[in-house]
């Protein structure tokens, strides 16, 4: 499956942005789709996770309350709503498939296929 995420961009803390995350190729509805993300000179960390069906979400604690994932499998696109952004959440945002028979929705490593990112930063 491929992956593209959009829609990033500036915007000043306390506002919101949507990411898209659009897929083709193999069976979409085949992956849990995960969010990361990773900021100059870090290591890439788990935003936010959604099951194959949609019927499941997980989300880090630093952004717990304030994101949320969701996901159209007819339309083969996830979307990740961001509100109330922080200056610690300005950073490069990946989606990413994670095929159904592997665990560790944490682990970047779990993840077969990335999309090229988009990049969010939160100014003060």
């Known amino acids: 499956v491929q992956l593209q995420a959009s829609g990033g961009g500036l915007v000043q803390a306390g506002g919101s942005l949507r990411l898209t995350c659009a897929a083709s190729?193999?069976?979409?509805?085949?992956?849990?789709i995960g969010w990361f993300r990773q900021a100059p000179g870090k290591e890439r960390e788990f935003v936010a996770g959604?099951?194959?069906?949609?019927?499941?979400?997980y989300y880090a604690d630093s952004v717990k309350g304030r994101f949320t994932t969701s996901r159209d499998n007819t339309n083969n696109t996830v979307y990740l709503q961001m509100f109330s952004l922080r200056t610690e959440d300005t950073a490069v945002y990946y989606c990413?498939?994670?095929?159904?028979?592997?665990?560790?929705?944490?682990?970047?490593?779990?993840?077969?296929?990335w999309g090229q990112g988009t990049q969010v930063t939160v100014s003060s």
């Open positions: 959604v099951s194959q069906s949609g019927t499941a979400t």
């Open positions: 190729g193999r069976t979409f509805d085949a992956y849990h």
């Open positions: 990413a498939g994670r095929p159904t028979y592997r665990s560790g929705i944490y682990d970047p490593r779990q993840y077969d296929y």
